[in-house]
DNA sequence: GCGGCGGTTTGACTTTTGTCACACCCCGTG
DNA sequence: CACGGGGTGTGACAAAAGTCAAACCGCCGC
């Protein structure tokens, strides 16, 4: 916590710069180095925190469609990235979106359950540095191993590490292979007391898996295509957290979910504020049972999928 | 709350320049417009708080000095200010410490009370404009005339509007004629409700007050030198939002406290942040009051003041 | 004691940003 | 309809910031 004395300069430079608006060379000046040091030390400053520049994200909330969405839907926030930009990536714009927001939704002292997958270490990846000492930063289910670096503990790690927060990860793996080993290990009290910390925290980060052959849970070997498949039959809508969720968002008593080490979902749903980020415009089914399920309170989503949400929104409430 | 149509370009400009890293001439090219008119719109959008940036105040929180004196008084968290730096301005050093650890203190949605003063009101100078919406920040005391803007009133609505906040202010004078007025007038039911709104306030700002004959109170005419002094004899040790507490920092039945419309001090004291700054070195004897009364949790003095405090605390607390 | 290796620091150069005077435009007024 | 403010937008220039190769420094092993 204290401030390293190499990181002192780094401090000192920072503030006469940013705060007092001196100018570099002045604060050469006072500090006794060269110019170039200075910007140097504050490109440091800049990469660890210690400076923090932030842009609202009101540009994205402001979308009359973000209104007719929270209005339609009932959630309390939701932020829409156009699709159509020719110049900017969109692709790439999503995550930087989301990373704003979670940004935002983060208070001082808070714990944060994060979960896992593609979007999140998207958003991990471009997430700004920040001095947020007092955070914590939990992993919301046990591991499995993913590509890239989409595991579970990283996606925890890296968003700790970017906010200068503390991280907490889970020593499990997501999945077992008997339901009784799943129970044993989650009456370990390690296990045990890190899930009912979870009930703890104010704000989750996640995104909805789909239930095709292609998901996640298939491809990191969690289940099989077709075990996956008739999951899909018996009603599977979505994953969160790694447990599937059926079409209206309930959990579902199967062998897998039974078989998992991961948030118990009513907990879930009684943190206040749950930021879910789709970059997919396939994941509509998933967003949409995810909604339902009470898993969402701050939405990201494209422009399309927002128009999708919308007009589809009675059709699919009314079905349940 | 929504984004003006005129805003709407400030905001894709800093979106694209801050968080994009883009810079200011391809900006202007996606926008369609000059680089210079770029370079206005970053201006403005930095000065409305749509871009906010801000630096760790830890470097002040990281003196041994402060570890010390939060240690031996029991405070939460002191930030001290050198008072010797020869090349800066060290007067106009402490507003802008504690405008920043001010701002480090908030949090979304947080309630604020805030006093008055000249202190105050350098502090309310120099905070940087922020996005704060859904902050609110209340007076904790009525109104009186004060020289330059240290009017209550003024102190309040600077910072909320700074802060792009809920200003909400207390239309009644600090003092009234006679008790049974003041009375009366904390009866009303907008003045009562006000004042049992500062419960809910998860933050307060505010300095002490001296009691000398040239104390903000004489000054402003709400007591003459004669009373002050007088109270000075009978035991007063400072002033708290208006209201004179004695060397130990409890309430003084006092005629003056009586025909006082201010927020209750038992009510103050159950606030998780009591923020205190004290610029001037004379306010040693109310500082200590004031930290024996619990009217401080986070404290931001000078160097000299913290030396003070630490050498002298056993013997001022052993007296009590 | 010397060579080499990681890192920081610096001077010199290039690129980017800030600024300011002037052009422009909209709108209300004489 | 001409006039005159107040505010915006712009081109050109000056100022500031970013960058990079080379120098430097402390430290270790030989």
Redesign the pocket.
């Known amino acids: 916590m204290p401030v390293r004395s190499t990181d002192q300069i780094l401090h000192k430079a920072a503030w006469l710069?940013y705060t007092h608006g001196l100018?570099?060379?002045e604060v050469a000046k006072q500090l006794g180095?060269?110019?170039?040091?200075v910007?140097?030390?504050?490109?440091r400053a800049r990469e660890t925190g210690i400076v923090s520049i932030s842009t609202s994200t009101q540009l994205f909330a402001d979308d009359v469609l973000a209104r007719e969405l929270e209005d339609t839907t009932g959630l309390a926030s939701v932020w829409i990235v156009p699709e159509d930009r020719h110049a900017m990536d969109s692709a790439a714009e999503m995550p930087v979106v989301a990373a704003a927001v979670f940004l935002e939704l983060i208070k001082k002292g808070d714990r944060i359950g994060v979960a896992w997958g593609r979007t999140v270490y998207h958003l991990a990846d471009v997430l700004p540095y920040a001095d947020l000492q007092g955070v914590t930063v939990m992993q919301l289910c046990g591991n499995l191993g993913a590509p890239y670096n989409y595991r579970p503990d990283q996606c925890t790690t890296e968003i700790a590490r970017r906010l200068n927060a503390e991280g907490i990860n889970i020593y499990a793996p997501l999945v077992l292979g008997s339901e009784r080993l799943a129970d044993e290990l989650r009456g370990e009290p390690v296990i045990r007391e890190q899930l009912a910390a979870i009930s703890d925290c104010q704000l989750v980060l996640y995104s909805v898996g789909g239930c095709e052959s292609d998901s996640h849970l298939v491809r990191c070997g969690a289940l099989t295509a077709d075990e996956m498949h008739a999951l899909g039959k018996a009603g599977a809508g979505g994953v969160i957290a790694g447990q599937i969720i059926d079409r209206n968002g309930r959990w579902m008593d199967c062998a897998h979910n039974r078989r998992c080490i991961s948030a118990d979902l009513d907990t879930i749903r009684t943190i206040p504020k749950r930021m879910m980020v789709v970059e997919e415009d396939a994941k509509f089914e998933p967003l949409v049972a995810a909604i339902k399920g009470g898993f969402v309170s701050h939405l990201v989503v494209t422009t399309s999928m927002a128009r999708r949400l919308l007009s589809r929104w009675n059709e699919v409430t009314d079905a349940a």
């Open positions: 710069y100018r570099q060379d180095i060269s110019r170039a040091s910007a140097m030390y504050l490109r």
